[in-house]
């Protein structure tokens, strides 16, 4: 998934000189006692600057929106909040009453069915309020393809489920009205998700999947209420209109200004096995930008940022200073994200120069990881990444990375060979594109430097978020047209765990994904790549799926179908009331329903 995350801004000198000085002494003193009981009540605030990607479960895919949807959505599966990294990535029963076996006769000998039955007396905040069926289930997966706002990794579930892909070619074509949205899944049938009962729902796979259980974990998997069929998909109206079953509904939303949570008066914390939702209420504020959201944390008048990280200008010494009010997620040695550069294998620049292996290994060559891994915050926060997969993915293996230059910062003389040999003695231009956010920007001019040494000039272009991964990369025609050469992006794993290959090294590389909205951006192709991909996601068992996604990343390595740069940590702040914060692998941020506020006193009635 895109991690996004906001430029992060420069704060005031003033700001600086007392980080770095007399502030500092202050700071180290300060510790946040962890010690005592949970203590229930208080609203938690939260600022920020952009609002969710969506609202509707079925196609929110912004790590902020993620972790949000947790506290008003639930799923058959979900991660358990917790300091043990072991435990809290691997699903566990939410939902359903347990996870299917072959023990528990939940699973098929033949891996192909999965039964899973839900817990009675999950309530949807409706009017009146009734219990969460297997049907709500059946209805979120037919409204993945809905042609208005669908599920954010098609991929994902049209390859896997029985029936998915032919059903979404079909409702692709459906009007993009209520009526005609309304009448398809009604009288439509998806071969693969079916009700037995109310409190029964079946899959059929289409092939064996080690990662299914991950599949139905993800958020895009929330039941799905039928009022919810009276509007359009994450239209203004139905963000209006969004219905509960988790510890917390949605009492105020205003587009990109505010968002109000509230204890959900119809859940009971009897059927909710992973959620202690010890908070009163979630007040979300937007429109700040990341210097303020860091400036109000630090004042105490918000809690957590909103899809913000600590600006770059007052990390260095938040962490120096062992400030407990900045933290990195995830921990216990663990690296969430990736950045890269993507390479255009498609385009005509310079007589489709990229698409020569000897020049895409100049590239590689040539770059300065060890400079990018410190712009982005230094050893505590980022490093060199010299796989085709971070350290938290599937197929990474440790001490086995791909050759690189002494200490990670580059060889320009060996690469200006290399780009002699493929026949540019005198150099090559390309063109650079990235977004405006985070560290990206001054991480593109490092490049520039890295990569001249080399021979190698970059044209530098600068773009916002919303046009670089709404229109720029995703549209193939982009780069077969020339329009950019290399491109800076970063992503982050749906899942994190032993088999999470499919969140990373599907989307971005299957050659069979290359179409409006892949995030195969560069349109690599190999048939030994696509293979490993089958080989991995249809294994029976998780150890034989690794093997495969080490075949995979190993590929990818030798055709330098990419650029991998660093990988990195996200560095979040939390004021000194929070506590109990550990990362939730939904989100990265503190898991929302599972902190709490010390002094807090209870604002409400509390749960059942």
Known sequence: MIHVRCLAGTLSLTLCVCLTTGCSDRRVRMRIDESGPPVRGGTLALVGSSDVDHLATTSAYEVGSLWLIDTFARQLLAYPPGPDNAVKTRPVADLAIEVPTQENGGMSADGLSYTFHLRRGVLWDSCPSREVTAHDIVRAFKLFCNPISPVGAPMYYTGTIAGMAAYCEQFAHVPGTVAAIRDFVTTHDLE????????????????????????????????????????????????????????????????????????????????????????????????????????????????????????????????????????????????????????NHVGPNNSGALKQRAVRQAIAMAVDKAAIAQLAGGPAVARPLNQAVPSSGAGYRAAADHTAPPQDHGDPAAAGRLLAEAGYPNGISLTLVYPVFSSLPIAAQSLQASLKRAGIALRLVPSTRGDFW?????????????????????????????????????????????????????????????????RATTAAREDLAEQAWVDAARRLMDDVAFVPLIEERSPYARSRRVR?????????????????????????GGSR
């Open 470 to 534: 709404g229109r720029l990369l995703p549209n193939p025609e982009n780069a077969r047209r020339g329009e950019w050469d290399l491109a800076i992006s970063a992503w982050t794993p749906d899942w994190f765990g032993h088999n999470n290959g499919r969140s990373v090294i599907a989307p971005l590389f299957d050659g069979r994904q290359i179409g409006l909205n892949s995030q195969n951006y560069g349109g690599y192709q190999s048939s030994a790549v696509d293979e490993a991909i089958d």
């Open 580 to 604: 109990n914060c550990t990362w939730a692998p939904l989100g990265l941020n503190c898991d929302l329903s599972s902190l709490w506020l010390a002094g807090a006193r209870p604002t409400s």
């Open 192 to 343: 693969g998700v079916r009700a037995v009962d109310d409190f029964t729902v079946v899959f059929r796979l289409r092939t064996r999947a080690s990662d299914f259980l991950n599949l139905v974990a993800m958020p895009f998997a929330s039941p799905v209420p039928v009022e919810y069929l009276d509007t359009l998909p994450d239209s203004p109206e139905f963000r209006q209109r969004t219905i509960s079953n988790g510890p917390y509904r949605i009492a105020r939303y205003v587009q990109n200004r505010e968002i109000l949570l509230e204890r959900n008066p119809v859940w009971d914390a009897r059927t909710d096995p992973i959620r202690p939702a010890y908070v009163d209420g979630i007040h979300v504020r937007l429109g700040a930008d990341a210097e303020l959201v860091e400036l109000q944390i630090e004042a105490g008048t918000a809690d957590l940022s909103f899809n913000e990280t600590v600006p770059m200008a007052s990390l260095a010494s938040l962490l120096a200073t062992a400030d407990p009010t900045a933290w990195l997620a995830p921990d216990g040695g663990l690296y969430g994200a990736m950045r890269f550069l993507v390479l």
